[in-house]
């Protein structure tokens, strides 16, 4: 299970990385919500359901449904 | 002109921030005997002996089965509250940058596949949505995850219909759900002296109706929480 978990935290740092250096803002939304969704899975090993459930629903759900809405809103990423 | 009003601005908030930093004390120069943590620090955990069975154990300092909720909606009720207040401040700062009279469509039919799927799974994510919070004192969940995901069925709506609009009853829903949980912290006051003290019996642990007023509390926050965010979403969707 350890093998597994430094493979999750080297996929969410990999994610947070991609995120910041990515050009394009909607690739870096992508990026968040797959380092929101992996974390779910280290608060589920570290035996905390709640904050799971919370950081599923949020996290990897609604924000970057917010997030997209806000950038279709301003009119896409382009200069 | 614009420079000078955002600098003043800015120059209120750091004398804000100045004036709150004050009344906190020093590190360590803290009184504990006048703090409410005194009464937890003090209390002994190795005098009470006896077993706490599921479904069986009776009238509990805190009937509730999840502990995280017992910590956060009765121990920290009022930390809650302004949790649900930060949320607010949040739903009307985006209802204030981006209001609008009407609904802004995608310019496309949404496709057959996504329209009938959301006949399908949107009774079971609003189900699932009640399902968290109610059960929010027995099970991992609370009010927050299940607003959130009853804030996502509104989501899947917007996606779906290009017509569909959020009707403006949910601002009441929130705004009476705000005050209920006030109202019932009020009554703590009224019937136990503290706010958001609780004042039901607690009944057997692992049971629905148990844990006081904690469920009562999650039930009123999951309506807030899925009112606000689906403002948030409507908001987020309309313009002109």
New interface residues.
Partial sequence: MMVVTILVGALMITAGIFAIETKRLLDSFIALSVLSLVSVFLFIMMKA??V???E???GA??TT??LI??LR?IGGDEE | MRKFLSMLLALGVVFVLIEMIEPIPAYGKVDLSKRVSEKYVSKSVSGFREEVAYKKSKNLEEGSANVVTSIVVNYRGFDTLGEVTVLFISAFGVGLISSGLKRKGYGRKPNFILRTAVGVVLPLIILFGVYIFVHGHLTPGGGFPGGTILSIGILLLYLSNEEYELSEKSKVLEGTSGSLFVIIGLLGIAFSGAFLANFLPTGVIGNLFSAGIVPIIYIVIGFKVGAELSTIVADLHKEG
């Fill in positions: 359901p709640d799971a459930i919370t599923a629903a949020i759900g609604l449904a917010v809405l806000a809103k």
